[in-house]
């Protein structure tokens, strides 16, 4: 298992690329550039240097030509995105949240939410939400645009932590942080790319839940012990090692070393919960495709979590070769102004 040797994946804890890595870089560089998200050259270097491709691969290893594509440019709006709160704005939660507003409403109205001089990235979201929510049903859009919505509104509530400047508890720090990583829409896309969708009545049973619940705290987690050097220098208060530093009272060392015990805490329950998973279906009287599709969902939360530790562990949106300074801007390009602009 490739990845951070801290961390402790159990025995069989499923790892695979998709083939279609090398095709999917090169498609996401150009809607990159076709939708303003990295055209100067700093912008672009920068972006490059993530190989949000790579991360998308290990993701979502079964998903190849346009499924792959759709996955890897929902990375490309997610990162520089968020890095555009890495400046006075991510200070300022009414700023923020009026930042967030037109994304909202493409959530709810498509296209035609966007303004008439919409903003670079609600032209580039816009695009990938369409193209996510087309053949979807009703219900996987309906759910799809809640966690949209939840996302883009958690931006002013990080914004107003950062503001106050104090380190939350854990519990608030884990709300914050699953917010703003877009974790659920992550999950959602398993289903999208994987052409299925899973049955509400195992969609809601306590297993499932649980195991998304873990797949959305695990990259979190193992996230904020590799972006502490990044993200403390800018005042980021919302970071897991900062919470246990707080409310353990106790060395740095020693909370990344609870850091790591609570991912491998987390890993061994989801290895736990994933066992039960081929029983759940018979025992809520699904068919055979029914029982198919609700354990090859527990199979591709398992490739989430794995998949983006082996790309954290080494990836340069982690491990920059210069660290931005905290007086400077967190993205080179500023996205939130009018397309053209």
């Known amino acids: 298992?490739?990845?951070?040797?801290?961390?402790?994946?159990?025995?069989?804890?499923?790892?695979?690329?998709?083939?279609?890595?090398?095709?999917?870089?090169?498609?996401?560089?150009e809607w990159a550039e076709a939708y303003g998200i990295a055209v100067g050259a700093e912008a672009t270097a920068l972006y490059d240097s993530w190989d949000l491709a790579r991360v998308s691969a290990c993701m979502y290893p079964y998903a190849t030509g346009p499924g792959l594509r759709l996955v890897t440019d929902h990375m490309g709006f997610w990162y520089p995105f968020d890095d555009q709160f890495d400046s006075p704005l991510g200070l300022d939660p009414a700023a923020t949240a009026r930042a967030c507003e037109e994304l909202i409403a493409v959530v709810h109205l498509g296209p035609a939410g966007l303004r008439r001089c919409p903003t670079v990235v609600a032209r580039a979201f816009a695009d990938i939400w369409e193209r996510a929510a087309e053949g979807m049903s009703p219900a996987w859009r309906a759910r799809a645009a809640h966690h949209w919505e939840?996302?883009?509104?958690?931006?002013?509530?990080?914004?107003?932590?950062?503001?106050?400047?104090?380190?939350?508890?854990?519990?608030?720090?884990?709300?914050?942080?699953?917010?703003?990583?877009?974790?659920?829409?992550?999950c959602d896309l398993c289903e999208k790319v994987g052409r299925y969708e899973v049955p509400a009545v195992a969609f809601h049973s306590l297993p499932l839940m649980?195991?998304?619940?873990l797949t959305e705290e695990l990259p979190c987690l193992a996230n904020d012990v590799y972006t502490l050097d990044r993200e403390e220098p800018r005042g980021d208060v919302v970071n897991l090692i900062l919470v246990l530093e707080k409310e353990r009272g106790c060395a740095r060392d020693t909370a990344?070393?609870?850091?790591?015990?609570?991912?491998?805490?987390?890993?061994?329950?989801?290895?736990?919960?994933?066992?039960?998973?081929?029983?759940?279906?018979?025992?809520?009287?699904l068919d055979a495709r029914q029982c198919a599709d609700v354990e090859r969902y527990a199979r591709d939360l398992e490739y989430l979590v794995s998949g983006y530790m082996a790309w954290g562990i080494d990836t340069r949106r982690h491990f920059p070769e210069a660290v931005v300074p905290p007086d400077e801007p967190g993205y080179p390009e500023n996205l939130l102004l009018p397309v053209g602009r």
């Open 1 to 29: 298992m490739p990845g951070d040797t801290r961390i402790r994946f159990p025995d069989g804890f499923r790892f695979a690329v998709s083939p279609g890595l090398e095709e999917a870089r090169e498609g996401n560089r």
């Open 150 to 186: 939840y996302y883009f509104a958690s931006y002013a509530h990080e914004s107003a932590a950062r503001r106050q400047g104090t380190v939350p508890d854990f519990g608030t720090f884990l709300r914050l942080r699953i917010g703003v990583s877009a974790m659920g829409i992550v």
């Open 256 to 285: 990344v070393d609870v850091a790591y015990a609570l991912v491998d805490e987390r890993l061994r329950r989801f290895d736990e919960i994933k066992r039960t998973v081929p029983a759940l279906g018979p025992a809520l009287g």
């Open 210 to 213: 649980e195991l998304r619940q």
